[in-house]
RNA sequence: UGUCCUGUGGUGUAAUUGGCAACACGUCUGACUCUGGAUCAGAAGAGUUCAGGUUCGAGCCCUGACAGGACAACCA
């Protein structure tokens, strides 16, 4: 299956002013008519839902027009760079629904014509080997107001240049001892144009290139150079990347032969309420134990929102919903639950979960006699069946789905009261059990038989319908609650105080002892249900032969919540 | 006292490139329903940051303000 079929349609068909700059190219012919485009990690974090914006525009706009995108990894910077980011990153993007195919490319691909050019630079007098240390270096770079001073090793000869470098790169000098600079402006408006770094001196072992290198080009001198080498035609960033374009250009300018160059457009990256989205932050959560792991349901990671239970194709839907612009904003995570469920209540089989049982003894029902119904899997898709399931005179029901002195809206089970219980049988809640400290332990209800399969023979009609499980055949299941991570909207806002003080205290609320249907016995790891009435659930991987484990995904809309507050 | 970028309902985006501001999410009604889900029907909500200008006509063009953001890592 093509990657096109796989994403199917829908993704990119929404317009944006990137799509239309291309459209412009490709009329007036320009890349004899390519599209390439490229999706550029570094590979020192997991990959998050900004990430995955960016993977959709950068592959869903190839898709589009015909053509195809490259997986690169930036990896100048061995210090921060591991294999298990690699591995993690391929595999998300895998999961999200797109193919690199054999256009795998690493920024260490290109460190020897990085090395090359540098050389070419430094012959025709454009870079420089600075041997002043970074403290001072950065002190002459000036401010955004006020423009720099130039080092005292700018103008050494082409041949003392030349050995220098050449040392730096058999490691000759220590880390930190010389840089290589690009002689441009110190003057300039554009602090990115003050002489920036070329080279430094790193002696760390590279994921790839061992200890080939003791030198490594700075992100700036590698990326631009890549895209260039790549053949990629629009080259697609964020925001923070506009300045340094003018830089890049110039790079490009020393480098390009013919009209080729790639395009850089800038977008403005995905920002969420609830959420945070740096790398720094979500290592830090991380690494402080503050969620269990990348892969935490609670975190905005592509690793963590599958394990959630959220889907590919939510993801992408709401990829394409938030759409691309140059104006930072921030998007509410509504949004993106509102297409996690969009996408499961077309696909997730409906099963009965109690979460916080409250027994129920139905005294006019046979002892020992265990009947089956019949229920339906997704009244969404009938092609998903029926199933059966068991129903007898003890049952487990929602404790929410209880209330003593029913108040206002409350149309569930009260005293005296009665509703259907989903698939069975109406019942009716003639009395209370206490224990000594006056809990509500459980309830006696009559039922009618004449009402089997949920049906009222006289048209009675009930005001509520609830779900159930048999009690002798309800499976123990631990189900784990997620909340927001955060408890303030933008996090932005916020700069004063640290953004872990705002962390959500009941963002996990584990509920050990839940009951689930029969028929979920076998649920296979990160399978998604609906649990009626409750939200959408889905088989964490913690789970094993005789041991359940949910995760809520999310859940469903609720207007009784609302009518509560 | 720099350079660059951006200002459209609560939020995210549109507006055939100068022609009565549209859509989605959310919100609120109502219908239907064996999920207080889904679905369906409807409503409220902006006159496009502000002030000028060009024009028969400006969210789109021009000028000037104002507001927000990015840029001073040997990070990416």
Redesign the pocket.
Known sequence: MSAKETIGKGISE????IH?IIEKDLSEGKNQGRVLTRF???P?GYLHIGHAKSICLNFGTALKYGGVTNLRF????P??EEDEYVRSIMEDVRWLGFDWGDRLYY?SDHFGKLYEFALKLIREGKAYV?D???AT??NQ?????RPGTESPFRNRSVEENLRLFKAMKDGGFD?????LRAKIDMSS????MRDP?LY???KTPHHRTGDQWVI?????F??GQCDFWEGITHSLCT??????RPLYDWFIDQLKEGDYRPQQI?F?RLNL?YTVMSK?KLLELVRDKYVNGWDDPRMPTISGMRRRGYTPASIRNFAE????????????V??LE?SV??DL?KTAR?VMGVLNPLKVIITNYPDNKTEKLEAIN???DPDAGTREVPFGRELYIERDDFMENPSG????LAPGREV?L???YFITCNEVVRDASGNVTALLCTYDPASR???SPDGRKVK????WISAPHALEAEVRLYDRLFTVEDLSEEKERDFKEFLNPESLVILPRSYVEPSLKDAAPLSHW?F???GYFNVDPDSGPGRLVFNRTVA?????S??KK
């Not at 408006?189 to 990115?192: K, R, T």
Request: glycine fraction near 6%; aromatic fraction near 8%.
């Open positions: 929404k317009s944006n002013f239309q550029p990690p570094e020192n930036d990896d100048t910077n210090q921060k920024a600075d002043q240390d970074a270096i950065s770079k000036g401010t955004p107001t880390e930190g001892h010389c840089v408006p554009n602090m990115h770094i430094r001196i790193m490594y080009p700075m992100y700036d590698a990326h925001l923070e990347f506009e300045v340094h800038e403005a309420t720094r919903r938030v759409g691309v612009t140059k104006v930072e904003g921030i998007s509410d509504t949004l509102h469920r969009e209540n409906r997704n009244p969404e809206k409350f149309f569930r259907r989903r698939y069975a399969g949920g049906n509520a319908t609830i779900h609906q009626e009435r409750v469903l809309k609720d207007s009784w609302k009518e």
